[in-house]
């Protein structure tokens, strides 16, 4: 197969063809390290989408009939060639967003696992036999694909949030109508291409990109789309997630998170400072399983501040183009604002400045959108790091006097995505990890996301699960038959 590159202009794939936008408008594509235009999206609306609807809704009967053990054969081809063209990912990612290579690489791994995961439960998705109350019946369960799904997704994993979406609803039996983050067209356009390698049937898979509200409008507003699957703010999923009310469409919802970080005296400090350092400056802070308040018992408060600097100032800072870089830009213009000023609101409120609070100039790189990583101590709930999440390499760190007192403020939140402690008291891990209120806990782990477990949120940071056994679930009907004999 031909290597894929990236292009210049990215067009819309609607039914297995690529065609530019009805409003024949495009708009730039910025590298956030450079400032510069590096591609044109295309600026596509409603009227894309419904054609890709039109395409998806085509495609879905001959697409669930495919016997399970062919549409995952479609799934392994995918994984082989997105796993071939590495390092054209690793770099589009790196460009579109910011992230440095090491990281991108990683990422481009975790999407093809994705892929292979979920081709893999496709040939299993068993129902049940039911022991019938009646001599006369016979009961069972059969699982149905949901319908054409619409599929939305952020900029911050550009390519494997793309995979964690997309192969589960075709493993399933669905087809799908995508939309990725405006500003990362690139890595989803590339991953498109792949799809046409693979040979996918027509209409089974559509993208579009543009105008996210008159495209979100159509998917939702259309009842032909049976489920929406979203990755993004617990502000714009709670919209979305009113207007796919109107039809009662199924919902997949992975939003914000606001993870405490809790360090008990009793910790290896050494591996709870690494641990802190990779899950609040990977990405630079920009992850929603990124922690976003640290509580340290109060008689390790300095001894943890001393490590946590001299860990955080070693973060070589840069383009992420650059294989010695640890720590990008930020995304997007917002994003820098937003650190800027809950940095100035915690300080200004009597918060301690550790190391970082500020801005950055890279030689070469006058335009990039660099923010140091930052550490401040002295923090409490006044401030407003305490509760919005940032989304961005500010490291707040609380103390903290009692087991009881931490878990109480740890659960104080709207949020409930990740959540981290590090002890080495067994029944300490035992009882602090059913006390939290998160979808996921990480008990002396920093790195939790893995192919194989269940990712997702409780409160305003979602519902459903990503992943791990319950992946393909979420694309699927549940079905009872129950025969008279
Ligand atoms: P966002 O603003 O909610 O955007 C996410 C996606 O929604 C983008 O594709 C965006 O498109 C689209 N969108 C925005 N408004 C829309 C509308 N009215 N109708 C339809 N689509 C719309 O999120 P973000 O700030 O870019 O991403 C960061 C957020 O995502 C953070 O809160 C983070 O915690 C969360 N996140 C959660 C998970 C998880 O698994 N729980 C993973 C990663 C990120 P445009 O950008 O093109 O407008």
């Known amino acids: ?3 894929i590159a990236l292009e210049k202009k990215h067009l819309l794939y609607i ?6 936008p009805v409003s024949q408008q495009f708009y730039d594509v910025i590298n956030p390290a450079t400032g510069e235009a590096i591609s044109k999206g295309s600026y596509g609306d409603d009227r894309d989408t419904e054609k890709a609807i039109d395409a998806a809704y085509k495609a879905f009967k001959p697409w669930s009939k495919t016997p399970a053990v062919e549409r995952s054969k479609y799934l392994v081809r995918l994984y082989e060639l997105l796993l071939e063209n590495e390092e054209e990912f ?4 790196s460009k579109e967003m910011g992230k440095p290579l090491r990281e991108a690489r990683t990422e481009v791994k975790s999407a093809a696992d994705y892929i ?3 081709a893999e439960e496709a040939k299993r998705s068993y129902g049940d036999v039911i022991p019938s109350p009646m001599a006369s019946k016979r009961l069972q369960t059969i699982k149905q694909p949901v319908g ?14 793309v995979t964690r979406k997309i192969s589960p609803a075709l493993a399933a039996g669905c087809t799908v109508v995508f939309k990725p983050d405006s500003q990362t067209p690139g890595c989803a356009t590339l991953f498109f291409k792949l799809a046409e390698q693979a040979n996918l049937p027509k209409g089974v898979l559509n993208l579009v990109t543009g105008n996210s509200s008159k495209i979100g409008d159509q998917l939702l507003e259309d009842p032909r789309i049976r489920k929406l699957t979203f990755t993004g703010s617990t502000e714009v999923g709670k919209l979305l997630m009113q207007k796919a009310a109107n039809q009662v469409k199924s919902v997949s ?3 914000g998170g606001h993870a405490p970080f809790i360090v008990f005296e009793d910790a290896n400090l050494e591996r709870a400072v690494e641990g802190v350092v990779a899950s609040k400056f990977r990405n630079s802070g920009q992850t929603c399983i990124c922690t976003n308040r640290i509580y340290v018992q109060e008689s390790i408060k300095d001894k943890f501040l001393v490590l ?3 860990k955080v100032e070693q973060l070589v800072i840069g383009n992420g183009l650059h294989e010695s870089v640890d720590f990008g830009p930020l995304a997007n213009a917002g994003g820098l604002t937003k650190v800027k000023d809950q940095v100035k609101d915690a300080l200004d409120k009597g918060a301690t400045l550790i190391t970082g609070g500020k801005e950055c100039t890279i030689s070469g790189y006058e335009n990039g959108l660099f923010y140091a990583p930052t550490v401040i101590a002295d923090v409490d709930e006044t401030m407003i790091v305490a509760y919005e999440e940032t989304f961005g390499p500010l490291a707040p760190v609380f103390t903290f006097k009692t087991e009881e007192e931490v878990i109480e403020r740890a659960n104080d939140s709207v949020y409930g995505l990740a959540s981290y402690f590090f002890t080495n008291d067994l029944s300490r891990s035992i009882r602090v990890a059913e006390a939290l209120q998160y979808g996921m806990v990480g008990v002396n782990d920093a790195l939790i996301t893995s192919v194989q477990g269940p990712f997702g949120g409780v409160k305003e940071s979602g519902i459903g699960r ?5 992946s393909l679930n979420e694309f699927l009907e549940t079905k009872f038959i129950s025969t008279g004999i």
């Open 1 to 3: 197969m031909p290597a």
């Open 15 to 20: 039914n297995g063809e690529w065609i530019e």
């Open 90 to 93: 690793a770099h589009t990612i």
């Open 116 to 118: 292979l995961w979920n």
């Open 148 to 161: 054409p799904v619409a599929a939305i997704t952020p900029w911050n994993f550009p390519l494997s949030m």
């Open 253 to 255: 919802m992975e939003l």
């Open 308 to 310: 946590l600097k001299e």
């Open 466 to 470: 990503e992943g791990g056994p319950d």
